[in-house]
């Protein structure tokens, strides 16, 4: 088996659709044989480029989601094809990794820290006394 990430850009919105995407993916991964070791949602985040829709619209925010599962590597275009024909995809990469985890863990952490959208768990003093901190070193 080997281990595979992807990142997929999903539409903003409602957390059920984005869940119903979520769940699809899972489903071929693990019917298939493989293991999901990480799920996690990244955040909404400004796109660089719009990205246009099946519904034929186009998308200035993503929601961004990283999967880290083992699956045997015939199994890779079930899962790319299940994103891509999934109504709340908006892109998909996919990534073949070296057993990172370590750094693909370290990775979610700072994908966390630049989301614009910021969590009610961040929004703690300790949170908003160190941004004031950061702020004022850039400043200097």
């Not at 796109?47 to 599962?69: I, N, P, S």
Request: proline share 4%; net charge positive; no cysteine.
């Amino acid at each position: 088996m080997v281990l595979y990430e992807t990142i997929v850009i999903a539409k903003p919105g409602p957390a059920r659709k984005t869940m119903n995407l979520l769940k699809s993916m899972i489903d071929v991964i693990l019917s298939s044989g493989g293991t999901v070791r990480d799920v996690s949602v990244l955040g909404d985040r400004l796109l660089a480029h719009d990205l246009k829709g099946k519904d034929k619209h186009r998308y200035h925010v993503g929601r961004y989601v990283q999967f880290l599962y083992d699956v045997n590597p015939r199994v890779k275009p079930k899962v790319k094809r299940t994103s891509g024909l999934h109504s709340e995809s908006l892109k998909t990469y996919f990534h073949r990794q070296n057993d990172l985890t370590d750094e693909a863990i370290a990775y979610r952490r700072t994908a966390r820290m630049t989301t614009p959208i910021v969590s009610p768990s961040e929004r703690n003093a300790d949170f908003l006394a160190a941004l004031r901190q950061a702020k004022q070193k850039l400043a200097a």
